[in-house]
């Protein structure tokens, strides 16, 4: 790629000889070589160094910037997790920029002010506790100004959704449900 690249910008020179086998062809083949070596690590350079576009070695160094690590997994999601924390700033705490902040580190909870200083958290997407809730909650709690309470919520079945969806014993023991898994079976 460079060689051609270089023979065109030399070629009026008139210094050169680029005929096939001659040392300043030999040359300018050796000199391309190293310049497409040194374009490919500067566009991995590039792409790593960039929260955007970083894949692998950029997304790992980015999250040992934080205390932890953000609760996602595919870059897509590691990337929005990195992007969302480095949002965090004085204005940061509002209940939109706090969700936003938790929703962009993969985390599926939502905060919910309750005045006087006190924050609930809820996961109105999973039934019972989220799976590794507490690398959830310690996650949560660094995002969170220190000052504020937070309580913790999670989401059961209530006898009012077992009521609007119809339940008899019946369709509970066809459905071989224990308590626990009863509990957790959200219309």
């Known amino acids: 790629m460079y060689e051609q690249f ?3 910008l030399l070629a009026p020179l008139g210094v050169y000889d680029f005929s096939e086998g001659s040392v300043s062809e030999a040359e300018l083949y050796a000199l391309g070589c190293v310049f497409d070596a040194a374009a490919e690590h500067l566009d991995y ?3 790593e160094g960039v929260a955007a576009t970083a894949e692998d070695e950029g997304l790992r160094r980015m999250e040992a910037l934080f205390a932890r690590r953000p609760a996602a997994v595919t870059p897509e999601e ?3 997790a990195i992007a969302a924390l480095l949002q965090i ?3 940061s705490l509002t209940p939109e920029a706090i969700n936003r902040t938790i929703r962009g580190c993969g985390i599926r909870a939502e905060a919910v002010e309750l005045g006087n200083g006190k924050l609930k958290i809820v996961f109105p997407e999973t039934a019972g506790i989220p799976a590794d809730f507490e690398q959830i909650q310690k996650i949560i709690l660094d995002i969170l100004p220190c000052h504020l309470g937070v309580d913790f ?3 059961y ?3 009012a959704e077992c009521e609007a969806a119809a339940y008899t014993w019946q369709v509970v023991e066809n459905a071989q ?3 626990d898994s009863f509990q957790l079976a959200l219309p």
């Open 153 to 155: 919520f999670f989401r």
């Open 45 to 47: 350079v590039e792409r």
């Open 89 to 91: 700033a004085g204005d």
């Open 78 to 80: 590691r990337r929005a």
């Open 157 to 159: 079945l209530t006898w």
């Open 6 to 8: 270089l023979i065109g």
């Open 177 to 179: 449900h224990t308590w």
